[in-house]
């Protein structure tokens, strides 16, 4: 019994994820499906936790030298068996509903073509809605939704990924192989497949884990392939364009369908034209796909930039324009809050500057205040110098009369004793006197006397 669907899902160099991609296509509800699995010459462990798979869905194979990842994926294009084929990368995990819940989708609506929402998650498994390239996914979402699916290729790559692909492997009969291109291989399928089937987008259900790690093809710093890459998906989206709104039912004028276009922020708008100009003058796809890989690697967008002398940002994408312009506007808006902080600052300084002045006359007047007080106290010092001096002199003269003082003081002591003494000596002799007076002697012979004068 044939399955109903075929998973391809190439391997390189992805062992610490491999086995949960793995894993989620085999528990996938939709049971009747075969796991084609081609190891891309990996230099890691990816083939032996291959070879440690024992189920009756898994074909493996592994290739001796690596060759790249459009040619492994046809190759496990050719060996499908099933009405409808999905794929998977090894880094990324399907929800176990989602081969059922798509394929049901696309017999409903007679679709050949079909792809969900995605959930973003880091290197861990764990989800990562703030990441730049998330944010990126969600403005696309957004501006998508309303609008039909003829510009859901045409203004990027809605899909993001192969693993996101589901086509009915008749579809893969009438578009062929997966173009030699690194970037943007699954997007030039995508727009082949809008131009021949009706397209599903199964939203508001993530059934697909997208992982971001540092290895992601799309993290390369390949600047010249990324430009010319998508120049190329630009040139084939502009010639797919009648034949996309046609597969499409979209009745809508060719205005909406450029809208979508130049609302693609990978495209680079000068190398897209310089693509235009060479198909319009008999360049054919395969001349123009060359120049993706040039095989002596000289790119000719970057040649293009040489004889012009032009700046070789004007080969950028329209996003990287639009950043760039944003950057400039971002930078002229800063630069204009700088003068007229510049300006304020100027205006602060002169008022600083009158400040100063001011402050400078303040001082010159209370310096001559100060001198003229200097001059005050100089003559004040004098006056309590030369009233010192007197005060010196007084308290001289005070002295000397002090000592003077106390010299006659000490003079009195000395007379006072001295008349003390004599007090003494003239007590003791009236004492002496009284005593001979009082003797019965003397006082006869006195008063004999006193009569002797009487007489």
Request: some cysteine.
């Amino acid at each position: 019994m044939s399955p109903v669907v075929s998973v391809l899902l190439p391997s390189y160099n992805h062992a610490r994820y491999l086995r949960a991609a793995i894993d989620s296509v085999l528990a996938q509800s939709l049971d009747a499906l075969e796991l084609i699995i081609i190891d891309d010459a990996s230099a890691d462990e990816s083939w032996s936790i291959i070879e440690a798979i024992d189920d009756p869905r898994v074909k493996a194979s592994r290739h001796d030298t690596n060759a790249g990842a459009h040619a492994t994926l046809n190759e496990a294009l050719a060996q499908a068996g099933g009405e409808f084929v999905a794929i998977l990368n090894s880094d990324d995990i399907y929800s176990p509903g989602r081969l059922q819940r798509i394929v049901d989708e696309m017999r409903a609506h007679d679709a050949g073509f079909a792809f969900s929402d995605l959930r973003f998650i880091d290197d861990a498994g764990t989800p990562c809605p703030d990441h730049e390239r998330a944010r990126e996914y969600r403005d696309a979402c957004a501006w998508c939704v309303p609008r039909p699916a003829t510009d859901w290729f045409l203004s990027g790559n809605l899909a993001v990924t192969t693993s996101n692909f589901v086509f009915r492997r008749a579809l893969a009969g009438e578009i062929g192989a997966f173009r030699p291109l690194r970037y943007t291989h699954d997007w030039a399928w995508a727009l082949e497949a809008a131009a021949l089937t009706p397209l599903v987008w199964l939203r508001g259900e993530p059934l697909l884990d997208y992982r971001l790690h540092p290895s992601n093809t799309l993290s390369e710093g390949d600047r010249w392939r990324h430009i010319h890459e998508n120049a190329f998906i630009q040139t084939l989206s502009i010639g797919r364009i009648d034949r996309i709104t046609q597969a499409q039912g979209d009745p809508r004028p060719i205005d909406d369908a450029i809208c979508a276009l130049l609302k693609n922020p990978s495209g680079p708008p000068a190398a897209t034209l310089a693509l235009l100009v060479r198909a319009l003058h008999g360049a054919d796809e395969a001349d123009l796909q060359r120049d993706t890989a040039p095989a002596d690697g000289g790119w000719w967008a970057e040649q293009l930039a040489t004889c012009t002398a032009l700046d070789r940002r004007v080969f950028a994408s329209a996003g990287e324009i639009a950043k760039l312009a944003h950057q400039l506007d971002s930078q002229a808006e800063m630069l204009e809050q700088r003068w007229q902080a510049m300006e304020r600052m100027r205006f602060m300084i002169d008022e600083r500057n009158a400040a100063i002045m001011t402050q400078k006359d303040l001082i010159e007047a209370r310096w001559r205040t100060v001198k003229a007080l200097e001059g005050d106290i100089a003559s004040r010092e004098q006056t309590i110098r030369d009233q010192t001096r007197l005060v010196d002199e007084r308290d001289a003269t005070i002295a000397a009369q002090g000592k003077m003082l106390e010299e006659r003081f000490a003079n009195m002591q000395k007379m006072g004793d001295e008349i003390h003494r004599r007090d003494q000596r003239i007590q003791s002799l009236e004492a002496d006197v009284a005593r001979i007076r009082n003797n019965p002697v003397v006082r006869l012979l006195l008063k004999l006397r006193r009569i002797v004068r009487g007489r």
